[in-house]
């Protein structure tokens, strides 16, 4: 499985901030695997935004719902997120992962390399 992440690069205080992250080898996925959203600021640690599956399944940050949706399309290749009402902030960098939950807890096997987001004044 391969993830690729893509988006505007940089948008400004209160706009929507719209990453999209491109899938390919889902013939080795299923309907049932959770697929998440997750951000990193510079210099500390990940934060978990969302999460979907393509049994349309969701589940939101507390912090971020009343912000955040996500999307996948039909044919399993793309999943979306939306974040909205941003304020400025310094670069992050926006992963989308295969999310595992097992007895140990969750973890995440396979990651795209991250789009980096900047919000401006």
């Known amino acids: 499985v391969q993830l690729q992440e893509s988006g505007p690069g940089r948008v400004k205080r209160s706009q929507r901030l719209s990453p999209t992250c491109a899938v390919s080898?889902?013939?080795?996925?299923?309907?049932?695997?959770?697929w998440s959203w997750i951000r990193q600021p510079p210099g500390k640690g990940r934060e978990w935004i969302a999460y979907?599956?393509?049994?349309?399944?969701?589940g939101y940050n507390p912090s971020l719902k009343s912000r955040t949706s996500s999307s996948r399309d039909t044919p399993k290749t793309h999943l979306r997120l939306q974040l909205s009402s941003v304020t400025p902030e310094p670069t992050h960098v926006h992963h989308c992962?295969?999310?595992?939950?097992?007895?140990?807890?969750?973890?995440?096997?396979?990651w795209g390399q991250g789009t980096q987001v900047t919000v401006s004044s």
């Open positions: 992962a295969r999310q595992l939950v097992t007895a140990g807890g969750i973890s995440y096997d396979y």
């Open positions: 979907i599956n393509y049994s349309g399944r969701f």
């Open positions: 080898g889902e013939s080795n996925t299923t309907n049932y695997d959770y």
